[in-house]
């Protein structure tokens, strides 16, 4: 089996930065695209950010010079730091990741239970 633990969430004011961490475990022999998803109220799921396996990076345009993720293929780790924040960027956010597991039927997309993220004055 395979585990995304999120961590770094929290309350910032707008302007403000934080820095979400997840850290994948588990059967893993490899993980394909790894990185962001997040969920406002009401709202459907969206990308916020995905490096790939490759070292490929897709950003929500909206996004792009404001967010980064960064990725550590050996310790199976996926940062996103995020800047000047704004209310809007309020949301849910969820680690996902395309694992290639040591066990053939544990292989799979697997999601984070989620970090909540609050930009409030």
């Known amino acids: 089996q395979v585990q995304l633990v999120e961590s770094g969430g929290g309350l910032v004011q707008p302007g403000g930065s934080l820095k979400l961490s997840c850290a994948a475990s588990?059967?893993?022999?490899?993980?394909?695209?790894m990185g962001w998803y997040r969920q406002a109220p009401g709202k459907q799921r969206e990308l916020v950010a995905i490096?790939?396996?490759?070292?490929?990076?897709n950003y929500a345009d909206s996004l792009k010079g404001r967010f980064t993720i960064s990725r550590d293929n050996a310790k199976n780790t996926v940062n996103l730091q995020m800047n000047s924040l704004k209310p809007e960027d309020t949301a849910v956010y969820y680690c996902?990741?395309?694992?290639?597991?040591?066990?053939?039927?544990?292989?799979?997309?697997?999601w984070g239970q989620g970090t909540q993220v609050t930009v409030s004055s």
């Open positions: 996902y990741a395309d694992v290639q597991s040591q066990s053939r039927s544990a292989s799979g997309v697997y």
């Open positions: 588990g059967s893993i022999f490899s993980i394909n695209a």
């Open positions: 490096r790939t396996g490759g070292g490929g990076t």
